[in-house]
């Protein structure tokens, strides 16, 4: 299982970086439709819906996607509502149960999770795209080594019992030490980042970290309610797309629009 997890990885890893990077953007977005597509078909299914609508609710979300990427202008306006359904609805939804949000909003909430990332993905450039993701890795990586080594104080026990407070203050500090080593090493970066720079410079890095455990949490949400352990099977040992792609579906959209008021972009 845990090759097999690896292995997974590892092809999924080199496919999207050669895409990132030999292909331009009309083509990258492609890739990254056929991504928010599936994305689009596990999320219906998660409500239990025949496969036949299943697939038109991945199909649909996918023209949202390329729609709304023919125009630029519209991405910080859509990532910004984005952001903000992160930081207000879903915790709201977090601290009294999924459960307390209407069955009928989910196919307006599957919207929300996924045309703004794959819109932010296809928009940012590639060495901002792997930033955003490396920090998101980078986190989800510390909180569970954190979380194994220190864990005592659940995060959200009834929605992912193995999530703690500990592997959050991991989560935070790997978050901070990343951007920094960023800000180092990459050029255009260390260009922007100076002086009077570096505190909001951390401090996005450390709403981006807490932005992508919300979107971790809100999909073992979404998962518990529908009954599933995954969001599909298309991953041998990781589960489904969504399962891969939660946390950045919180973070990218978050991401660009920090970038577009700070001028990082």
């Known amino acids: 299982m845990f090759l097999t997890r690896v292995l997974t990885a590892a092809a999924l890893l080199a496919a999207f970086l050669s895409a990132l990077w030999l292909l331009d953007r009309s083509a990258f977005a492609v890739v990254v439709s056929v991504i928010v597509a599936i994305g689009g078909y596990e999320w219906a299914a998660l409500g239990r819906v025949r496969k036949a609508v299943a697939l038109a609710y991945g199909l649909a979300c996918a023209l949202l996607f390329a729609a709304s990427f023919q125009y630029p202008p519209l991405a910080p306006w859509i990532c910004g509502l984005a952001t903000l359904f992160w930081a207000i609805a879903v915790p709201s939804w977090l601290a009294r149960g999924f459960d307390d949000c209407p069955r009928s909003l989910l196919p307006a909430v599957g919207v929300v999770v996924l045309v703004p990332a794959g819109l932010a993905m296809a928009s940012l450039g590639p060495l901002n795209v792997l930033m955003v993701l490396g920090l998101v890795w980078v986190a989800d990586t510390a909180a569970y080594l954190a979380g194994r080594a220190f864990g005592k104080h659940k995060l959200a026990p009834t929605i992912s019992p193995g999530k703690t407070w500990e592997g959050v203050a991991g989560a935070l500090v790997a978050s901070v030490i990343y951007a920094i080593i960023w800000a180092h090493f990459d050029p255009g970066m260390a260009v922007l980042v100076q002086g009077a720079a570096w505190p909001p410079y951390l401090a996005g890095a450390v709403l981006l970290c807490a932005v992508s455990i919300v979107g971790d949490l809100f999909e073992s949400a979404a998962k518990r309610r529908a009954g599933v352990k995954d969001s599909g099977s298309l991953l041998p040992g990781h589960g ?26």
């Open 240 to 265: 489904g797309v969504l399962d891969r792609i939660d946390s950045a579906t919180a973070a990218l959209p978050s991401a660009l629009l920090l970038m577009q008021v700070t001028g990082l972009r």
